[in-house]
């Protein structure tokens, strides 16, 4: 063990964007989501905007294209279905390329999640980046995320490296005895693998348990939540959102 | 009675199961001694380790730390009072950074903001780790964890220190800077243990308990010198090692 990382998506500071409370980032994150979605599909330009914010942000944070790109993937199932849609989509077909008749709706429908889906994602993205997932949880704490959730979050982070260890020390073994499964059938011992480790990880769950009544647990985590933030950084913070909120509702008044 | 002496009279305990673990066990232990609990595995140490801070209970015979009954009424108390370290590192440090599993316990006795945070400086300080507060435990070396371990309990200001077998999985380097630790600290200590030659060098005093009932209870040194002693209950010294030379 202890070759795990803890945060395997952040990318290490210091930057402005790092020093900022975890739960103002959330916050942040989710109103410039909800910007984008709001945003109307034809204004193209719109897009353009908010692509400019996340790439000012992304410079602020020192999170290079080269890192947050392949990261991207994430989005890969929703792009499969976002292409399918001008092939399948009914109504008014246009000619594309002189070669193919596409659905007019079909393609605006896979624009839009396309590059919703693209921003909303790097968004986020540029928040874990530049976030400790430990910080990310005391963020949510703050936000009153009910702590049942954020401890469920914090046991999985902690294990998780543990639990992988184990894995990989009883795959040795099993190597080590001459298992080399080729065929289906000869899955039983990895299956027998993950049972004996569900097992263990159930006696661990009990004495985990039994650790944390001995030093007071009585039903309730204490909190760690992140401290408060002061209005000015609210304030900055907030800027970045509200950036997004005056671009869409330029583009609706464009349009429309 | 003062501070960090521990009396046990008469603790016999069966599990629902119906096997008997503990055969009624006594046992005095004076504010600042240090005693290592031996014993070969199944011999019921962890059952009546447990029973030190409540957490097992309901069986016949009593418990007190520092003149104060274990029992439902004081279990806050006696947690506050007795620190025990796991054997294993990973189940006792179970949040996602050091100074957050050091914050756990005085946390949980209603410590907050700035005196939490002085609490667990002082615990990392005891036990050298200061510079890993912000670290995942799992990025610590076994004996790093052992010593975060330790400190998760100190944050608590016990008056009676319980290790469960401290020594194991430890490198012989780690071995030593953990004993340094420990011998720099000034509470009762009880140690389980099957690292005979570390019980001799923390403890001065030794008792061995086999089958639910304590058959040995004297000096360390005399203890591991009785070779009929050790062979009938199952305990060994390392080829060569000679208790009377240390």
Same mark, same amino acid.
């Given at each position: 063990m202890g070759a795990g990382h803890l945060h395997p998506l952040s990318v290490p500071g210091p930057s402005p964007l790092h020093a900022l409370r975890p739960h103002t980032k959330v916050v942040a994150t989710l109103l410039f989501v909800f910007a984008v979605v709001s945003t109307p599909r034809e204004a193209f330009w719109a897009y353009g905007a908010h692509a400019g914010i996340l790439a000012a942000l992304a410079g602020l944070g020192h999170v290079q294209a080269r890192i947050l790109a392949p990261r991207l993937v994430l989005e890969a199932p929703f792009l499969t279905f976002a292409l399918l849609l001008p092939f399948l989509a009914r109504g008014e077909r246009v000619e594309v390329l002189g070669l193919l008749h596409l659905s007019s709706d079909g393609l605006w429908a896979a624009w839009n999640i396309l590059a919703k889906g693209t921003l909303g994602l790097t968004a986020s993205l540029l928040l874990v980046a530049t976030t400790p997932t430990v910080d990310l949880l005391r963020g949510l704490e703050r936000l009153r995320v009910p702590p049942v959730f954020t401890s469920i979050a914090s046991f999985m982070l902690r294990y998780v490296e543990v639990i992988a260890a184990e894995l990989r020390r009883m795959q040795v073994a099993r190597v080590s005895r001459g298992h080399d499964p080729? #065929?289906? #059938?000869?899955?039983r011992a990895i299956a027998s693998t993950v049972g004996a480790v569900f097992v263990r990880t159930f006696e661990r769950g009990e004495r985990v348990h039994l650790a944390m009544v001995s030093r007071g647990y009585t039903g309730s985590m204490p909190p760690t939540g992140a401290r408060p933030a002061a209005a000015a950084e609210w304030a900055a913070v907030l800027l970045v959102p509200l950036s997004a909120a005056v671009v869409s509702v330029a583009a609706w008044s464009t349009i429309g | 009675m003062s501070r960090g002496s521990l009396r046990v009279q008469s603790l016999a305990y069966a599990y629902p199961s119906g096997r008997q673990a503990l055969y009624g066990i006594n046992l005095d232990v004076e504010p600042g001694e240090r005693v290592a609990v031996l014993g070969p595995n199944g011999a019921g140490k962890t059952t009546f380790v447990l029973h030190l801070n409540g957490v097992l209970g309901g069986g016949l015979g009593q418990v007190e730390v520092g003149g104060l009954l274990v029992e439902r009424a004081n279990l806050r108390e006696v947690r506050r009072r007795v620190g025990i370290v796991f054997e294993n590192p990973d189940d006792q440090l179970f949040m996602s950074t050091v100074g957050d599993d050091v914050a756990f316990g005085p946390a949980n006795l209603g410590l907050r903001g700035q005196a939490l945070d002085v609490c667990v400086d002082i615990a990392l300080a005891r036990v050298g780790m200061t510079h890993g507060r912000e670290r995942p435990p799992h990025q610590l070396s076994a004996g790093e964890r052992r010593r975060v371990a330790l400190a998760t309990v100190l944050a608590m200001d016990p008056e009676l220190l319980v290790l469960d077998e401290p020594s194991s999985h430890l490198d012989p380097r780690a071995r030593r800077e953990l004993a340094e630790v420990l011998r720099g600290l000034d509470l009762t200590l009880l140690m389980v243990t099957h690292d005979l030659p570390y019980a001799l060098e923390l403890c001065e005093r030794a008792l061995i308990l086999d089958e639910g009932v304590i058959v040995a209870d004297g000096p360390t040194r005399d203890i591991l010198r009785d070779d009929d002693l050790l062979h009938a209950h199952r305990l060994e010294l390392p080829t060569g090692f000679d208790p009377t030379r240390v």
């Open positions: 080729r #065929w289906i #059938w000869q899955a | -």
